[in-house]
């Protein structure tokens, strides 16, 4: 049986700063079961969990029991290698959020294709948020260590990015047809940026850093590139929307100055640039609205069945993640070091766009 744990850990008010930790593990409880984490996706979206927290419960997820420090959700594959769930058996793979950690212990519940963290701590999130799908029912699930890879890096933010362009779709763009998206080269971005450019008459402006303006470019699903510093050359001619990735106050300030009321919905919804300034209240044109998935899956599931929801998400994702291939290269770190220098490089933003980070604290 196993007994000790290796953990890395986030200051939860610096987020850069980290430890690893190695504790006994307690026995399993009735109802319990205990995933080796096999390994986790570390991307900047995951540095968001560390900023918006405290807002968002993300701390929730995976309790320290000690004040200041924290278990960053990723999403990642695991393995049930102990159980003491009478319908749970051992050697299921499951893909969901797991921490940042050698093991995880869970109380469950078995579902319609996988399991339910019943855990107290868990009990204010969305269902979505308590999710962990065995391979052998995942609609989702493509073999092999590349697309598993894939999934993890993208899988969870290509489908946030789907269902934000489809609400803005299912609410007919709020009368635009251009679409400004900030942090532009950002995993998310891309995947709503993909979905949008497949529309008749959508005219899809990215936002990025001059860093990351080239390969933003050559990806081919924006109209149109442009730094922050020009967002004031963009003509105010027509009405758009904004979908906020990047999270950084000026930025979106300088967005709602420039379009004022022309700006007929202004989204917010991740923060790449999380040591960016907040937005501050009181900005011209519609108040920011946070987009939460959760929500949009609840209309589309009634809207179209469960069925026929999920039709739509497997040929969205799979035709993304097969895309990928021609941008993204993926890299694997394995090992406490390796796993701490990866989240500092994820941290300081110093990870190129076209780079996702694999991490397993296995050496």
Not at 173 to 186: D, E, H, K, P, Y
Not at 243 to 259: C, E, N, R, T
Not at 335 to 345: F, I, L, N, P, R
């Amino acid at each position: 049986m196993t007994s000790r744990n290796v953990t890395l850990q986030v200051n939860r008010g610096s987020h850069g700063a980290t430890r690893v930790i190695e504790a006994e593990m307690l026995p399993l409880a009735p109802g319990q079961v205990r995933f080796r984490v096999e390994r986790f996706a570390l991307t900047a979206n995951t540095v968001t969990y560390a900023t918006t927290g405290d807002l968002l419960g993300y701390w929730d997820f995976f309790p320290t029991g000690e004040p200041g420090w924290g278990c960053v959700p990723a999403m990642g594959w695991a393995e049930v290698v102990e159980s003491r769930h009478p319908d749970v058996s051992t050697g299921g793979r499951y893909y969901g959020w797991y921490p940042m950690a050698r093991y995880v212990d869970m109380t469950v519940t078995p579902t319609t294709d996988g399991l339910r963290d019943e855990g107290p701590h868990r009990a204010a999130h969305a269902p979505v948020y308590r999710a962990y799908t065995v391979t052998t029912r995942d609609m989702l699930y493509q073999a092999g260590t590349d697309a598993e890879d894939r999934h993890a890096l993208l899988r969870g933010l290509f489908l946030t990015g789907w269902l934000a362009e489809d609400y803005f779709a299912d609410n007919d763009w709020f009368g635009a047809r251009r679409v400004l998206v900030l942090s532009a080269s950002s995993k998310t971005a891309i995947g709503f940026a993909h979905c949008a450019d497949t529309r008749a008459g959508i005219e899809v402006i990215g936002v990025t850093s001059p860093r990351n303006h080239a390969f933003t470019h050559a990806l081919g699903c924006y109209d149109e590139v442009v730094t922050y510093d020009d967002v004031a050359a963009i003509p105010r001619s027509v009405p758009l929307v904004s979908i906020d990735m990047a999270g950084s106050g000026p930025v979106l300030a300088a967005v709602h100055s420039h379009f004022g009321e022309q700006l007929r919905h202004s989204m917010a919804i991740g923060r790449s640039h999380h040591e960016a300034p907040a937005r501050v209240p009181g900005m011209p044109g519609p108040k920011p609205e946070f987009f939460f998935a959760p929500t949009q899956v609840k209309k589309r599931v009634q809207d179209w069945g469960p069925r026929g929801y999920q039709e739509r998400v497997v040929k969205a994702l799979s035709g993304f993640v097969a895309w990928s291939s021609s941008w993204l290269h993926v890299q694997h770190s394995t090992g406490t070091a390796a796993a701490t220098a990866t989240w500092s490089e994820v941290h300081a933003g110093r990870v190129a766009p076209d780079i996702g980070h694999m991490v397993s604290l296995w050496d």
